[in-house]
């Protein structure tokens, strides 16, 4: 469609060079104002039709949207999170195994690197006296506060249900992290750094980031990828028990705590565990409807408290 | 005011050269010592800004909000604080142009010239506070999106409202610059020349400049007004951050936007009125009527202030109300009642000069750096406790610690902005020279000529033209911008729709150039 406006424009663009030097030739001094004007008034009607050949178009494409959404709706895959707070031990595997998967910079200790550190897995302590902790990546919402707010469209989310991050595109303007409302956003503050023994071991399937760009969890994206693309070879559809350990922070989980999968088929595992009694979202009055549930059954109380 | 003071005014300088009177052209020591401080200013700035482009924003006192820190700081603050000193400029234009208040009419260049160096200076700590100053060059005018309130309203606004204020201040200055030609010798006389480019001094010049003028300032108004509440919708829109999620957020930067643009003009006629002892100029009365000006927005605010905070500790949701505690009673206490105090005195200061009838300049003086530095403090007040206190979950509170390099941009961006002004000073007439009684009162002599009919078409037609394909683009742009036909978080369908829409913008506003500048052909009229 891009390249047919670009053809008409283009032709266009030709009558009217044509047009115009025709006239030129012909004209006298007089009526060179005269011959200008009117070229003004072609450009103008061009762009005016344009203009309506565009909204006729848009139109149509509307309709396309409309069929999508209801594609959506019913989609194929909408990936998803349970995170069982009874079965977690706090024990840390996840953030670690999430910041070697991830290529994330390692932080130091010292004053100055003090909140500036990036992990797109965190445990928070949590509790009367902080006396469990939580796990809690990118809650991956389905109305998310944060694509709202990018102003170069650095963040949106797909088809799929991801909300994902064009690091590319990020101009740092840090919007979205002050939008979040589960500071889940990461701001490289500065240039990302490992010591040297480290950099052999970065993953290749995941790019690093420079500084003064926003990151965040990916549902570890590229495990999905490989996933889609081994079972497409085979001929058949991704299988549940290939997702629920699927991203870094399920697989290190030593209780099984963390369960991936796709929301959108009822039967999966995590639809499952979704619809247990001890299921609850974070900040639910929010409606930010975010697709990684927690399950909890003493600890859900004193959560509530801090929502 | 009636006529015989405006006759007094006159009496005193007329026939005084402008040169002389404005020091145009002649360098004093004073000025260069102020010169020499801002380019200090400035190379601090830069120093900071090298700091800040080599290490990250590390170096700031900004960190991740969550963990111990705010993303948001001084830069977002001043964005606020230096968009909302620009209202000044085009409000004081405005309202003596269709209200018709005479006082003020002396202090309408100096005001012009504040809106757009203080534009300049916001757009330039937006720079600042990105993470990639060069992306956001390149990625703004390409991806845009109207949907932000941030960038998408924010940095197109910033464009056309600094556009069009050049426009408004350049077509008011010609009538002063043909009057220089008159009166300067060598380059001078030619960049006045070109300034003025086609001013004749013919009375029909100046009723077209009136007729633009008006135009201009009851479209630019409208703009300011967006300007001011996009400022408010970023925070206002915000569900996930308590504290800001607010319908009271655009009125109340509009209106700290007025306070904050008036103060900041009484200190510029202040200064105006010494150094060039105009006190017979820039009266007691143009005091007068800005300091009341000043005094019902400031009791407006405070009725805000007073609202906000009674709902918000009172009876707001819990995180809400944690939030203001914070600010009332918390770590944020000191500022907070810095601020209140500052903005409740003014205003028992400019109240008790409205009920006595008497001026006193010092009160509007005073009144003015204080509601200035309540502005920036209110701003802080905004920007920074929502993302330390009230966090949703269970995350601890944060601080930010304003660090030196931060301080250090901002002072160069003010030392910028002084210079600037300097600069102007020294190079054109601050004061329009018809107030000053230099030259004669404008528009008041009998039109002699009119204009031939195929010029005057011509000039019809190039200005409809410019003003129709600025509308249509101004259209387009934005309905691509905001991603109509499209996914709404990808690509425009036009590319650099943003840019398209800025030059509609701008099209349009020199459509109003193009009505005064076009060149017609004259016969004179017969008696």
């Known amino acids: ?307 | 005011m009636g006529a015989d003071t405006r006759v007094g005014r006159n009496s005193s300088n007329a026939g005084a050269d402008p040169f002389e009177l404005f020091n145009i052209g002649r360098l004093k020591l004073g000025w260069i010592a102020g010169v020499v401080f801002c380019l200090a200013l400035i190379f601090v700035g830069i120093v900071s800004f090298i700091q800040q482009e080599k290490y990250g924003d590390i170096v700031t006192g900004m960190r991740t909000p969550g963990y111990g820190g705010v993303g948001w700081g001084l830069y977002v603050v001043f964005i606020i604080y230096f968009i909302g000193v620009s209202f000044a400029g085009i409000t004081i234009s405005a309202l003596t142009r269709i209200f018709g208040m005479e006082e003020l009419k002396p202090l309408t260049r100096p005001a012009e010239i504040l809106t757009i160096v203080s534009l300049l200076l916001g757009a330039m700590s937006v720079l600042a506070d990105q993470g990639r100053v060069l992306y956001a060059l390149f990625n703004l005018p390409r991806y845009a999106r109207v949907m932000s309130p941030m960038f998408g309203t924010f940095t197109m606004v910033i464009s056309c409202y600094l556009f069009a204020s050049l426009v408004y201040f350049y077509l008011s200055s010609r009538a002063d610059a043909w009057f220089m030609t008159q009166r300067s010798r060598g380059v001078l006389k030619i960049f006045y020349k070109i300034w003025a480019f086609g001013f004749s001094g013919k009375p029909d010049d100046y009723l077209r400049h009136h007729i633009s003028s008006f135009w201009l300032a009851i479209f630019i108004l409208p703009i300011l007004v967006t300007a001011s509440s996009t400022l408010g919708f970023i925070f206002g829109i915000q569900a996930g951050r308590p504290g800001w999620f607010s319908a009271l957020q655009a009125p109340g930067f509009v209106v700290m936007a007025v306070i904050s643009g008036t103060g900041f003009l009484i200190i510029i006629a202040w200064f105006l009125r010494k150094f060039y002892k105009l006190e017979n100029v820039i009266t007691e009365k143009s005091f007068r009527t800005l300091g009341t000006m000043l005094m019902i927005f400031t009791i407006t605010y405070i009725y805000f202030m007073v609202v906000e905070e009674l709902t918000a500790n009172y009876a707001a949701p819990r995180k809400d109300r944690e939030v203001a505690h914070a600010i009332v009673f918390g770590p944020y206490a000191i500022p907070f009642w810095l601020s209140v105090v500052c903005l409740f005195s003014s205003f028992v200061m400019l109240f008790y000069q409205f009920v006595s009838g008497k001026t006193f300049i010092w009160i509007n003086l005073l009144s003015g750096l204080l509601v200035n530095v309540s502005a920036i403090l209110r701003r802080f007040l905004i920007v920074v406790p929502s993302q330390t206190h009230g966090l949703y979950l269970p995350y601890p509170t944060g601080e930010y610690h304003i660090t030196l390099v931060e301080i250090g941009i901002i002072a160069g961006l003010c030392g910028l902005g002084i210079l600037l002004y300097l600069f102007f000073v020294k190079i054109f007439p601050i004061l329009p020279l018809d107030t000053v009684g230099v030259r004669e009162k404008v528009g008041e002599g009998k039109i002699t000529r009119t204009e031939v009919r195929s010029t005057l078409l011509l000039r019809r037609i190039f200005f409809s033209l410019t003003l129709l394909v600025g509308f249509a683009l101004m259209i387009i742009g934005f309905l691509a911008s905001a991603r109509v036909g499209t996914k709404p978080y990808l690509d425009p369908p036009i590319p650099f729709a943003p840019v398209v829409f800025i030059l509609g913008v701008m099209l349009s506003f020199v459509s109003a150039v193009v009505y005064e500048v076009f060149p017609g052909k004259y016969r004179a009229n017969e008696r």
Not at chain 1, 78 to 100: E, F, N, Q, R, S
Not at chain 1, 160 to 184: F, H, K, N, S, T
Not at chain 1, 254 to 265: H, K, M, R, S
């Open chain 1, 1 to 307: 469609m891009a390249d047919e406006i670009e053809r008409k424009r283009m032709e266009e663009s030709k009558e009217q060079i044509t047009n115009e030097s025709k006239e030129t030739k012909e004209g006298r001094r007089e009526f060179l104002k005269f011959f200008a004007f009117a070229g003004i008034l072609g450009g103008l009607s061009s762009i005016v039709s344009q203009l309506l050949a565009f909204v006729s178009k848009n139109g149509k494409e509307n309709e396309d949207e409309a069929n999508k959404k209801s594609v959506r709706e019913k989609q194929k895959y909408k990936w998803g999170m349970v995170i069982d707070l009874d079965l977690c031990t706090g024990c840390g595997a996840c953030v670690v195994a999430c910041k070697i998967e991830n290529n994330i910079p390692i932080t130091g200790y010292s004053e100055e690197d003090r909140g500036t550190e990036i992990e797109w897995m965190s445990l928070i302590p949590a509790g009367e006296d902080k006396e469990f902790l939580m796990p809690i990546p990118c809650l991956h919402c389905d109305n998310p506060p944060c694509t709202k707010v990018c102003p170069v469209g650095a963040t949106y989310i797909n088809e799929e249900g991801l909300v994902a991050q064009i690091w590319d595109r990020c101009i740092g303007c840090r919007y979205c992290q002050v939008a979040c409302p589960y500071q889940r956003r990461f701001f490289n503050w500065k240039k990302p750094d490992w010591p040297e023994t480290y950099l052999q071991w970065l993953n290749p399937d995941v790019a690093t980031r420079p500084k003064g760009v926003v990151e965040k969890c990916t549902f570890c994206s590229h495990r999905i990828r490989k996933v889609r693309e081994r079972a497409k070879d085979e001929g058949r559809e991704i299988k549940d028990e290939e997702l629920v350990r699927l991203p870094a922070c399920a697989e290190a989980c030593p209780t099984g705590a963390i369960t991936f999968g796709n929301l959108a088929d009822p039967e999966s595992t995590v639809s499952q565990l979704a619809s247990s009694p001890r299921a609850f979202r974070l900040a639910e009055h929010l409606g930010t409807e975010p697709k990684v549930i927690y399950l909890a059954k003493e600890k859900r109380k004193f959560i509530s408290r801090e929502e």
